[in-house]
T-cell receptor
Framework: GAVVSQHPSWVICKSGTSVKIECRSLDFQATTMFWYRQFPKQSLMLMATSNEGSKATYEQGVEKDKFLINHASLTLSTLTVTSAHPEDSSFYIC????????????FGEGSRLTVL | AQSVTQLDSQVPVFEEAPVELRCNYSSSVSVYLFWYVQYPNQGLQLLLKYLSGSTLVKGINGFEAEFNKSQTSFHLRKPSVHISDTAEYFCAVSDLQGAQKLVFGQGTRLTINP
């Protein structure tokens, strides 16, 4: 199956700094990627839909200026958590859909962010 | 808009016993249905999916699920579980059109005891 890779897997940063998480589709081109956030022992909450070459579509309640999403190429989307605070600590997971494959999403390994 | 309800947050089962993880969904339109598994500190892996056709869907690792339109359910089953099946299981739906965003249920923690 298709492979989606995230980097870094773990990141610890100081409050007030910005952190960038990368999501790559390794063996296919993804015009659309999705970013999810998962709190401990909870479900995945969709944050935004990342569209190659255009602005991301954010879900209600997600701060656009806080979570910057860039989808500059067909194989790379990035999520930047700006001016991170402890409440931004979470597990962030990206996913992508392989063109022509109905419905199914392929997920990255996830990135655990801890803000001190 | 769609929603998914997983009725059990935790399911403890003895090894080699059968298991059923329940999932009900709500939608005003036709949907695709999925079950994903998540191991600790990892992303999600697809177990199986229902797009159309036969309502009984077989997936990886011996899992299967049955789509019941009248009951709006998509329960996951396995006749005999193994220790390695210990994980978090998520039911999800997406609509057939547009971005086909996945909406997840709350998850069910399956714990297999020896």
């Amino acid at each position: 199956g298709a492979v989606v890779s995230q980097h870094p897997s773990w990141v610890i940063c100081k409050s007030g700094t910005s952190v960038k998480i990368e999501c790559r589709s390794l063996d296919f081109q993804a015009t659309t990627m999705f970013w999810y956030r998962q709190f401990p022992k909870q479900s995945l909450m969709l944050m935004a839909t990342s569209n190659e070459g255009s602005k991301a579509t954010y879900e209600q309640g997600v701060e656009k200026d806080k979570f910057l999403i860039n989808h500059a190429s067909l194989t790379l989307s990035t999520l930047t958590v700006t001016s991170a605070h402890p409440e931004d600590s979470s597990f962030y997971i990206c996913s992508a859909r392989e063109p022509g494959l109905v419905g199914e999403l392929f997920f990255g390994e996830g990135s655990r962010l801890t803000v001190l | 808009a769609q929603s998914v309800t997983q009725l059990d947050s935790q399911v403890p089962v003895f090894e080699e016993a059968p298991v059923e993880l329940r999932c009900n969904y709500s939608s005003s339109v036709s949907v695709y249905l999925f079950w994903y598994v998540q191991y600790p500190n990892q992303g999600l892996q697809l177990l199986l999916k229902y797009l159309s056709g036969s309502t009984l869907v077989k997936g990886i690792n011996g899992f299967e699920a049955e789509f019941n339109k009248s009951q709006t359910s998509f329960h996951l089953r396995k006749p005999s579980v193994h220790i390695s099946d210990t994980a978090e299981y998520f039911c999800a739906v997406s609509d057939l059109q547009g971005a086909q965003k996945l909406v997840f249920g709350q998850g069910t923690r399956l714990t297999i005891n020896p």
